[in-house]
């Protein structure tokens, strides 16, 4: 069975710091991953996503995040953050095996401070 | 483009009264359907999935219920709420195939009193 986690449920930093939201997962076959954004009383939006390929993955908004097969991790970075990335970040993982369903974490919290 | 709708938005409701929360998508056929519970401060809880009409499975036991009446309409019901029913509700679409992400709704803050 697949699992996620997340290492931290809560990550303070300040403003134009760097951030780093960990994430790892288990599984025993091939896998795709995701990070979503959630902001307050909103739905879930796709940050970005690994399929296949280089394993270093961007967003349009700054964001990066690697695959790393050997450590099955799959942490989200950003080398400076603002204000307005305040938000709840979750990582996702689905298989190749079919199935229809997508494993969250459980969720970190980033609060970004001036 | 697609888009998907969940309503109603907030809705205050009484133990022991029904619930009905819809939800659709517009611009794509077949997709996969869910509904997920946030509770507040936590993750998500996936509660049912549909692959097609009538084609319903139920992650957890609980007093909901999922019916998918339509191809791209999906409703969640309760007979009797339960305080522990309160969260934040959400709806989410996929492809069929391999490796798509899903795409979520608004959602829908059910407070049970």
């Known amino acids: 069975a697949q699992s996620v986690t997340q290492l931290d449920s809560q990550v303070p930093v300040f403003e134009e710091a760097p951030v780093e939201l960990r994430c790892n997962y288990s599984?025993?076959?091939?896998?795709?991953l995701f990070w979503y954004v959630q902001y307050p009383n909103q739905g879930l939006q796709l940050l970005l996503k690994?399929?296949?390929?280089?394993?270093l993955v961007k967003s349009i908004n700054g964001f990066e995040a690697e695959f790393n097969k050997s450590q099955t991790s799959f942490h989200l970075r950003k080398p400076s953050v603002h204000i307005s990335d305040t938000a709840e970040y979750f990582c996702?993982?689905?298989?190749?095996?079919?199935?229809?369903?997508?494993?969250f974490g459980a969720g970190t919290r980033l609060f970004v401070k001036a | 483009s697609q888009t998907i709708h969940q309503w109603p938005a907030t809705l205050v409701q009484p133990v022991g009264s029904p619930l009905s929360l819809e939800c659709t998508v517009e611009?794509?056929?077949?997709?996969?359907l869910y509904w997920y519970r946030q509770a507040a401060g936590r993750g998500l809880q996936l509660l049912f999935y549909?692959?097609?009409?009538?084609?319903i499975s139920s992650e957890v036991p609980q007093n909901l219920s999922a019916s998918r009446p339509q191809d791209r309409q999906f409703i969640l019901s309760s007979k009797k709420l339960l305080l522990s029913d309160s969260g934040f509700y959400l709806c989410?679409?996929?492809?069929?195939?391999?490796?798509?992400?899903?795409?979520f709704g608004p959602g829908t803050r059910l407070t049970v009193t």
């Open positions: 549909s692959i097609g009409i009538d084609q």
């Open positions: 690994y399929l296949s390929g280089s394993t």
């Open positions: 989410a679409w996929r492809r069929r195939g391999l490796g798509y992400e899903q795409y």
């Open positions: 611009g794509t056929s077949n997709p996969n």
């Open positions: 599984s025993s076959v091939s896998v795709y």
């Open positions: 996702a993982v689905s298989d190749n095996t079919g199935g229809f369903k997508t494993i």
